[in-house]
């Protein structure tokens, strides 16, 4: 997967996220808060949309059984090189700033990818109360 393919799985993620009102209970629990605050928030949010992409791939594979190990690794290796806050300071800064993150580090958003993809269980996909 390249490009828009490697973003596709993390926005149905986050179009399930609005689906239920995460994001909007999310966006008012940010209001008011400092910016490292907030971004911690934003970073469990961006956490949780990767969890349901996995999610969302557990049950693709089972209904239409069109996915092998390869393409999971795949989507997981793309999401954590396109979006990990960790890669993308250390590409474009030279160094990482943890309070400036908004999406998790590459490790973390290919951890909860894959517990959403090995388990398609929702009730472990709770990014807020996690320890991270």
Same mark, same amino acid.
């Given at each position: 997967?390249?490009?828009? &393919? ?50 969302? &791939? ?10 092998? $190990? ?30 400036? #993150? ?10 909860? #990818?894959?517990?959403?993809?090995e388990t398609g269980d929702l009730e472990v996909?709770?990014? #807020?109360? $996690?320890?991270?």
């Open positions: 997967m390249h490009g828009l &393919a490697d973003q596709i799985p993390n926005e149905i993620g986050h179009h399930v996220q609005n689906q239920l009102g995460i994001l909007d209970k999310i966006d008012s629990q940010k209001s008011g808060l400092s910016k490292t605050k907030a971004n911690k928030l934003t970073v469990r949010l961006e956490l949780q949309a990767d969890f349901l992409s996995g999610m969302w &791939a557990h049950f693709a594979q089972e209904m239409l059984n069109t996915l092998d $190990a390869g393409d999971i690794d795949e989507a997981m290796n793309a999401a954590a090189a396109a979006v990990g806050d960790d890669r993308l300071q250390k590409q474009y800064q030279v160094w990482v700033v943890p309070d400036a #993150f908004t999406h998790g580090t590459s490790a973390q958003r290919k951890e909860w #990818f894959k517990k959403g993809w996909g709770d990014t #807020f109360n $996690a320890e991270l």
